[in-house]
């Protein structure tokens, strides 16, 4: 039997759900579509595709408070609150922003981020978002605050506010340079008691629009690499990461699990761990298992020692990726999304061609690979819970620990801490829930450690993409139709979503995640006649297993780019024109053609059309491009590669990338995020593929998932385009979507093959030359 | 448990602990240092480096019952915010950073590097440092951090 065949086979007792199976009886629930219009919702989630609830006295910091944002302390210090967390270096960015527009010195700012108590919730840290829109709101914050200084110190000073200058937090009178007075005199340790307008909620809020902000020419920190805040003490060991945090009387835990789909549990042998000394409790909760140990050697021991007899899950692992994209393929979709973009009669279009070529793409299911593996500390006491956690959404884990505990939210405080890059994969806490489990079942702190094996397997990972493509050409040579569709499986781990504790607790889902997208799947090009969709299939399972999915850096665009960008070369390739020029054909977009060009130019590109294999030579040659928009941040990137015909493998030997995000905040920043996205990017093209089979899992380890290694890596090149008149869109992750494209249409350069499934290791790469055949 | 002496960045320490125990939990948990760090505890990434007796170590794997009287020196043997040690000092110039996370693996391990070819060529540090994982893509960073620090004469310091 096919363990992707579709049977309905009941419904879940809450609330209608539609239950699936396909062998691995997934559950999804035909409800919760777009419900109600985010302003009706203030500070509630993110997603207006959530349920509602409606926020209690004492849940949020009022945004309309100028408090909430920002104080100044006796010796003009300013500490900036924000619900933003740092990943990418955006502590330094954030505070050069609020350092100009207060006129304070850039040291004079420290930040405070990601505390549900103590600052405002702007959104999670997804999305390149914490620049262009928490930056704004921060901006503009730090706007009203100056203007209120400015207030106070016309009073101080008996002079009109316009007269007053400030400079290094120190406020003079134009042409007297006796009178003067510091905000800390103004104001240091005392509140303003000021109301500022805020409106909307979270990453949508626009906080006192009244306010005009500096114009960009008046800018002196923003726009100067500014050195990282952090980075120093990252390098002697002074610096505390998430997995530094230590708590009084703090004991070690963690959490037991299989490979594959989580069952029940029929028995947990004790009698196994204690042989370990300093084992405290084996904890057991539905079909969560755990231990708590005074050590943490003890409790990895426990953990491995720990002898639980599974029972066998109704939630089967597909074999491979296969069968999952055929279910991709198959299966009606939950949610359909379609372009604003979409124009004209595609069907027509086909029906009148000269020439129609199509295509399907493949791309993987990928992992986030954290250096440091998911780990938080959670001290629970009777009703309330303080937890220290790395993660992305601060306000998220404490609404989803609230309902896990069935407390008000405001009984739970949650304290961001750093830890390694996430690239979405801290979206979901994982570890402060197991953390909340083990601590309330000791009633100590505990802190909870993912290892490396549980960090690979349970990861929610980037989902496995199938995107099918066709155009049309007419006889006179134009594209006249381009047909687009992506389909994928929704992020489960998504914000409003049960994630795996609480799924091993009894707490079901109630919707099926978040949806697949549709940027990067062509629209930039101004082709008569487009149709672009995007679908998502239901992807929630009975019982909660390791394919489970969530935002990865630039979530969906890599593959959908892949497909897009590489079909774009094929249809250059078909029409014999240059890959730079074809695209400036149907490029209406300035700034999408400008970075096109300064990526090509400083690449050295030659124009010629695609491929030019050369016959008979071990090293084959070539050299690729791709382009994109995402948030209004541009890349476009020119991969050259080497291709051992002999052995398959694929060197990319230099990127150039070109990058315009708008108004650049800090290039040196800038310039190590392209860096960062390139090498990551070549990671995921060449190297990355989540291996599973039936019995689960099976990338358990940095063997088992290869990422890229110094011998490895190519020459970067980079061109930054700065905006200055525009908003700053962010560079964190839009970079890497044209990575991939970019190598693959290299490869077809230098070897004739058209590879079409990611990633592009030596075993696809000979069977692609072995066969001769013109794709693969 | 069992009672060990350890030297770690020139200091004497007595800790109780059990004999399997590897040197990573020792120095993270009972000597409260933060400079080797937990990636993988499978000597796969190189987080956890540290210099034993003059050679790179994962600690995540050396039981500290091996470990003996050896000197161990870690990230903040080298040097602090303060006064750092050259190779630091050339890592902040060149922003050699994102996360950070993997950072004390690549100093160690170019400390290490640097004491036997004081002047690497960059396919030198490659070579060198492919064993050690970074996710964020630094590696660029890395590689003129070190041959900075080597210009600096990071080597005798
Ligand atoms: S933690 Fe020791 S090598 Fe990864
Ligand atoms: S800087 Fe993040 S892992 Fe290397």
Redesign the pocket.
Known sequence: MDNFSLTRRRLLKSGGALVVSFGFAPVTRSLAQDGGTPEERPFAAENPDLGSFTPEPGDYLDPRELDSWLAVTGDGGVTMFTGKVDITGTRTALAQIVADELDVAFDQVTMVMGETTRTVDQGRTVGSSTIPRAGQQLRQAAAAARQELLKLASKHLGDPAERLTVNEGVVGVAGDAGRRVSYGELIGGRRFDVTITATGYQRGMQVAPEVQPKHYRDYRIVGTSVPRVDIPAKLTGEFEYACDVRVPGMLHGRAVRPHTAIAEPNGVDERSVEHIPGVVRVVREGSFVGVVAETEWAAIKAARDLRVDWSTPRTRMPADRDPVDRYLAETPPVRERTRQENQGDVEAAFAGASTTLEAVYRWPFQNHGM?LPSCAVADVQGDRATIWTPAQGPFTTRDRVAIMMNVPRKNVDVRYVEA??TYGRLTADDAAEDAVLLSRAVGRPVRVQWMREDEQVWDPKGGQHLTRVRAAVDSGGEVSAWDYENISMPWTESQGMPQLAERQIGIEPTYYGNANGTGGAGAIYDFANINIRSKTVPWIFEEVMPLRTAALRSPGEPPRVFATESFIDELAAELRVDPVQFRLRYLRDSRIRDTLRAAADRAGWVERPSPQPTADVRILRGRGIAVNQRGGSVPAAVAEVEVNSETGKVTVSRVTMAYDCGLIINPDGVRNQLEGNIIQGVSRALLEEVQFDAGGVTSVDWISYPVLRFTEIPEVEKELINRPEMPAFGAAETPIVVVPAAIANAVFDATGVRYRTVPLTPERILAGLRTGQTSA | MARYSLTVNGAAHVVDVEPDTPLLYVLRNDLDLKGPRFGCGLAQCGACSVIVDGNPVRSCITPVSTVGNQEVTTLEGLGSVAEPHPLQAAFIEEQA???????NG?IINAKVLLGSNPDPGDDDIKEALDPI??????HLRVVRAIKRAAANNAATA
């Open positions: 250096m390694s890059g | 950073a994102q996360c950070g996370y993997c950072m690549m994982l970074c996710r964020c893509g630094s």
